[in-house]
């Protein structure tokens, strides 16, 4: 294709990643942690490996690190204030793991999740437009939003966008998408209050949920791009994310692989990219590192080494399959956990991938290509990412000067990649061939090329169950300005070490490869090599010798070749193609199989 331009520690574990914030691209005086950089959840965990706090107290000063700093121990007390995006995955800790304390702490925790309900002389209710949300807020006080009513309708501008945030996201992602309906009989309750977090959604227990959200979004948040200014566009996106939340607990009770921190957090950050395009509030996690970290040390662009699945940081793993496949594939993968709450989500994804003819294999493949082919520097004309010059330039943490030249001896972890920057300029013969050798199966490579006349091109490897890797391209190196490779271990549970050759190839006989894939779902692509200029004809025939189509009738270069050929219209069964020059005729089977 050418383009042009043990079961305590797991409860700590769960209470730990749920207090992990988003970091912002700002210059703002805002402190974002991840959990391991948190201090306050740094120091808990010393104390508790010490044996100064049991696992119930542990777990009660986490809680308040989350939801009640000013109850912290003084030894945990942070130096700065710090605001937290989402503590839905600390609620969603608590819902699960909760059996496991002591009375006494459970009352506790509940006392605090339940004083957002608590009301005051200054509380007041809204309904939004559409009956679904009943959002309740204050305009006194220290929770008190901001009271600015420009149209005299009684309600704060702010509860009127909130209102209209909720039922956008509701409409959006229920009714239009598919996710799992959350709403019973009375209208879902919001509630507004100055926090020191984005938002949370919570559960008490039953088999509904409600959302908190901040009172202001002020001071010191981070910026997004919505043209009504900052605070809107994190109340909306806040809201979006928050209401996916609210549909995650519906479909699945935030149990199992779908319901850990990482996926929830990248689902729900999904989400306000979909509802909500015009916030970008996203790039916060994407463009920059957490506090105490390097800048892109976490997002896939800064640290493909980095494995999926990521949370806030890989949300742009997730908006590849967005914009791949559309908006109700996550809704179909969604509907999985519905009758299987412990489901991995990546077999939930192959479930929904292959019927698609393709696999979250080579989909994981070709995400890294779009990433690889991101940022100001990279991004090509019509490749990748819709956002893709707004986004990071990737990191390439190899680079090879001349060719032909090696890596060798290098490790993946599973579900990682690494890219490799190539330079062209020193080769005129020949054309690119890339191996990647691995001690596992799993390991898949793919290389883009960038053309001197603006166009781009990229090659896969497609077999997921080899350990060696070789593309040919098609490609002279004359015609390259710069060439990328993606090395991406696709293997779920095993760390991969490979080496990578790239070499300069040329024909030394006319031949003919199988197609790949065989047997095949409506496309499958036909490669062949050619010693010397000539002139060829490819034509494809059905099994009772009817020719079907000519893919190519014309003089085609010296070197290696490949065509694509579409059967989508056609019955499943045994086609053939037949190349034909002037000294020969070869002719090769193939199955399509719908």
């Known amino acids: 294709m050418r383009l ?44 508790f490996h010490n044996g100064e706090l049991s696992v119930d107290e542990a777990i009660l000063q986490k809680v308040y690190a989350g939801l009640k700093p000013e109850r912290l121990d003084a030894r945990f007390m942070p130096e700065d204030d710090i605001i937290i995006k989402c503590l839905t995955p600390l609620m969603a800790a608590y819902s699960n793991q909760k059996e496991k304390l002591a009375p006494s702490t459970i009352h506790e925790i509940n006392s605090i999740l339940t004083e957002v309900q ?40 702010y509860i009127e966008h909130a209102a209209f945030a909720a039922d956008s996201s509701y409409r959006h992602q229920i009714e239009t998408l598919g996710f799992r309906d959350f709403l019973q009989e009375e209208p879902y ?20 949920t409600f959302i908190t959200v901040h009172s202001t979004f002020q001071p010191n948040f981070p910026p997004n791009t919505h043209p009504e200014g900052d605070v809107i566009g994190a109340l909306y996106a806040t809201i979006s ?68 699945p990521g949370a806030y940081w890989h949300v742009s793993w997730m908006i590849y399959f967005y914009e791949q496949f559309g908006g109700e594939f996550f809704a179909d993968v969604w509907r999985e956990f519905i009758e299987d709450r412990q489901l991995p989500m990546f077999d939930a994804m192959q479930r929904q991938l292959l019927p698609l003819d393709t696999s979250i294999e080579r989909e994981h493949l070709k995400n890294h290509m779009w990433h690889m082919a991101s940022g100001p520097e990279k991004a090509p004309a019509d490749f990748g990412f819709r956002d893709r010059i707004n986004y990071p330039n990737s990191s390439f943490s ?37 191996r990647v050798q691995s001690d596992v199966p799993g ?16 090659q896969l490897s497609s077999n997921p169950n080899t350990v060696s890797q070789i593309i040919q391209t098609t490609w002279s190196w004359s015609s ?79 070197g290696f070749h490949s065509i694509q050929f579409n059967g989508s219209g056609l019955a499943s069964g045994v086609y053939f193609y037949r190349i034909i020059t002037d000294q020969n005729v070869t002719t090769r089977k193939m199955v399509l199989l719908k």
């Open 480 to 558: 390259l300005v710069d060439m990328s490779i993606a090395i991406v271990n696709t293997n779920r549970e095993e760390r991969a070490e490979y080496n990578l050759v790239v070499t300069s190839v040329l024909p030394e006989e006319d031949s003919i490869s199988q197609n790949y894939p065989n047997p095949f779902n409506s496309s499958t692509n036909i490669t062949f090599s050619l010693t010397e200029n000539k002139n060829v004809r490819v034509d494809v025939h059905d099994s009772a010798g009817r020719k079907i189509q000519t893919l190519v009738n014309e003089p085609l270069n010296q």
């Open 398 to 434: 190899q680079s090879l000067a001349f060719t032909p030249d090696s890596l060798s001896s290098l490790f993946l972890q599973p579900m990682a990649a690494t890219y490799v920057d190539v330079q062209p300029s020193n080769v005129n013969l020949g054309q690119p061939a890339i």
């Open 4 to 47: 042009f331009f043990a079961p305590i520690a797991k409860l700590l574990y769960f209470f730990c990643i749920g207090l992990i914030p988003f970091s912002a691209v700002s210059q703002h005086s805002l402190h974002v942690h991840t959990a391991g950089d948190h201090p306050s959840i740094r120091a808990i965990d010393t104390a």
């Open 118 to 157: 608590a009301t005051s002389q200054q509380t007041q209710q809204h309904l939004s437009p559409s009956g679904n949300f009943l959002l309740i807020y204050d305009t006194e006080g220290v929770h008190a939003v901001p009271t600015e009513d420009s149209n005299g309708s009684g309600v704060p501008d």
């Open 189 to 208: 309750e919001i509630y507004f209050r100055n926090i020191n977090s984005y938002g949370r959604t919570t559960s008490l227990g039953g088999t509904t």
């Open 241 to 308: 994310h928050e209401i996916k939340h609210a549909s995650q607990f519906a479909t699945n009770r935030w149990q199992g692989d779908s319901g850990s921190f990482n996926w929830i957090e990248m689902d729900a950050t999904l989400m306000e990219d979909v509802v909500f395009p015009n916030v970008n509030d996203y790039y916060n996690y994407i463009k920059s590192g957490f506090e105490g970290s390097n800048p892109n040390n976490r997002s896939i662009f800064g640290n493909p080494q980095n494995a999926t």
């Open 443 to 458: 390991v898949l490579v793919g290389v883009l090329g960038y053309f001197r006349d603006g166009s781009t091109d990229f």
